[in-house]
């Protein structure tokens, strides 16, 4: 099956927190490091690379602000100036029991530790100023593939599992979110529900379904309290802690990015489908896997595929005809999308828009927008959100009711939809509105509408009823107050 970016690999970014909950810290100025940020920015986010020496344990961290490595020297001396790994750019990695990591310098022995700008990697033991909690920097929700059976993680409702047996991660059971909880990860599942290790699905974070991050290659490993690993077990591969104690290909998983699957509903109040065929018809009366199209935005472009799950993208044909047959992205794969309010409007390569025919069929062929030229599109693999601004990800604010966009930490917010509009829901089950002079706030008893417009790859922006769209800025609050989609309106989900 052609990829076309269907698949992406995420790269594993993280911060490392001290045991002053202070982020370690690459600067510009000298190429020195420190543990003063008490907040994950660029600046505190780092990479992981294997040392390219074979057979070697050690990796290496490098900067994603500087590009550089970390390094320590024999007399202790921490920077992170080399533009190429050398010698004391390796470490070991030693995950400890309550699920920090300790950094020894390889060739050196002596561990990295220390507090503000009095770092250094002279320790020969290791103490509490030399573990470090990896938190990741990465959108937290993904899908989940298993390397040994290159299957997808998803939440099987009938046997009450996750199992790694998808082909596809297709659907909303395949979304994956990881949640940071006491210095650990934990899997919650679309329901809102946590993945415990020996298989069984909880409503609370409880110990055994909080696990510690361990990376291989490259790889994702998930250590449980008892120091077993997850990985998926039996013919049906479900997905629980098994009786290794060291991470071996069964226990590697990659992260995938979930791009947005939707589905579309036509004029006739049909949902749009290649359920009986190659033609794309609006002829259906329920949304399953043949009603939902998974959405990708070209980064430079900005127009979007839709990609169906027989394995073939949406494709302008002859005589303007849509057919779900092309196996490459190209020019008559991309439509642009127009936003009209609760409704959207696909413009195709002959720049004539996509329309609904009297038999349901869908055919680029109106010079005009009008009734059958829209469309209700319904974001399907989001029923929990978490959003990620410039500054940081959207949290409630401590003894509020207002909501911060600059946190290292996020919460997890319910989606409902209703016509084409989305309303959301935060902690204690109070729904977002927008207040007095444009403040969002999260404690409303009564939905609010708020429409998503899904304008980059990987990014939306969202509209309130006022017509402005929600931002974050430097008072670090969420506010309803701009007049344009981008920048600060652009949210990662």
Not at 38 to 57: F, H, I, M, N, Y
Not at 365 to 382: A, C, M, Y
């Amino acid at each position: 099956m052609p990829t076309n970016g269907l698949h992406q690999v995420l790269k594993i970014q993280f911060g490392l927190v001290n045991d002053a909950n202070r982020y370690l810290t690459a600067e510009s100025f000298g190429f020195k490091v420190n543990a003063s940020a008490c907040s994950l920015k660029r600046k505190q986010t780092w990479v992981l690379e294997p040392d390219p020496g074979q057979g070697s344990a050690a990796v290496l961290f490098r900067s994603s602000h500087l590009g550089r490595y970390l390094s320590a020297e024999e007399d202790g001396r921490v920077a992170c100036e080399r533009d190429r790994p050398g010698r004391d750019c390796r470490f070991l990695v030693l995950p400890q029991p309550d699920g920090r990591w300790a950094l020894q310098s390889e060739p050196h022995g002596r561990f990295f530790g220390g507090t503000e700008d009095r770092l250094s990697c002279f320790a020969t033991a290791i103490s509490s100023a030399e573990l470090w909690t990896v938190h990741l920097a990465i959108h937290p929700q993904a899908h989940l593939l298993s390397v040994s059976r290159r299957r997808y993680v998803h939440l099987c409702l009938q046997e009450d599992e996750m199992a790694a047996d998808g082909d596809m991660p297709w659907g909303v059971d395949a979304l994956l979110t990881l949640i940071f909880q006491s210095r650990r990860y934990c899997l919650k599942s679309y329901d809102s529900r946590y993945l415990r290790s020996d298989g069984h699905l909880v409503w609370e974070p409880e110990a055994r379904a909080c696990y510690t991050l361990e990376f291989k290659a490259g790889k994702l490993a998930f250590k449980d309290c008892d120091g077993r690993y997850l990985a998926p077990v039996g013919p049906a591969g479900t997905l629980k802690a098994g009786r290794n104690t060291r991470p071996g290909k069964d226990e590697l998983f990659d992260l995938e990015q979930s791009h947005p699957q939707v589905v579309l509903v036509a004029a006739n109040h049909r949902y749009v489908s290649v359920r009986q065929g190659i033609n794309v018809s609006a002829n259906q009366d329920e949304e399953l896997d043949h009603e939902t199209f998974l959405m990708q935005i070209d980064q430079e472009t900005k127009t979007c595929t839709f990609y169906s799950s027989t394995g073939g993208y949406w494709a302008l044909v002859t005589h303007g005809g849509i057919q779900a047959t092309a196996t490459q992205v190209s020019a008559n794969t991309m439509f642009e999308m127009e936003w009209h309010g609760r409704r959207v409007a696909l413009k195709a390569s002959n720049g004539r828009y996509v329309c609904m025919k009297k038999n349901g069929q869908l055919a680029a062929i109106s010079d005009f927008v009008g009734e059958d030229e829209l469309f209700i599109l319904k974001l399907i693999n989001r029923p929990i959100l978490v959003l990620r601004g410039q500054d940081g990800f959207v949290c409630h604010r401590r003894g509020s009711n207002q909501l911060d966009t600059n946190r290292s930490t996020y919460d997890v917010f319910h989606l409902s939809f209703r016509d084409g509009a989305y309303q959301i829901r935060g902690r204690g089950a109070g729904f977002w509105y927008v207040g007095s002079h444009g403040s969002v706030c999260s404690d409303g008893d009564l939905a609010e509408d708020f429409l998503f417009e899904f304008r980059e790859r990987g990014r939306l922006a969202i509209r309130a009823l006022s017509g402005k769209y929600l931002r974050g800025g430097a008072s670090g609050l969420l506010r309803a107050d701009a007049d344009l989609p981008v920048g600060e309106a652009l949210w990662e989900y």
